[in-house]
């Protein structure tokens, strides 16, 4: 993908998901299935009928999408039992772009390091203000670079 299809995609990705990132979205205390059947007055037992399985196995469910260790097939197939639809979605804890300048400030920064370094030892370090400017531009550059190096741990 060339740099330019990153960055349209980064930003169309933010547009969608940033109407998710918000705490409406967090699991209830006792899981989505346990409280959406509670809401619609289902009993485990009936719960367990229209997912056809047992009343214990429809517990076991409930339990295992509290802890985690539930499946995605097993959520899509208990959502539809209770006539819902399973929405997937990983959810960043900021906007895709930010991350992506944040890892380029970082990344241009170690390599502005290790230059300045160098000039430091030779008596020719660089003013502030244009280290400044060069941090800027380097991270630009990183970000519409072609490849992924910006994610590499050097």
Known sequence: MRASERITARRQLDKKLISLN????SMPPRG???AIREALGLTTRQFA????LSQPRAVEIEQA???G???LDSLRRAAEALDCRLVYAVVPNEPLEAMAEKRALIKARQRLNKVGH?????NQAVAMADEEEQLKQLAQKLLTQPGSAL????
């Open 32 to 34: 989505w299935i346990k």
């Open 49 to 52: 009928k229209r997912l056809g």
């Open 151 to 154: 994610w590499d741990d050097d």
């Open 118 to 122: 160098s000039m430091a030892l030779e």
């Open 22 to 25: 918000n705490d409406a979205l």
């Open 69 to 71: 260790a539930i499946t």
């Open 65 to 67: 999408e509290l802890g």
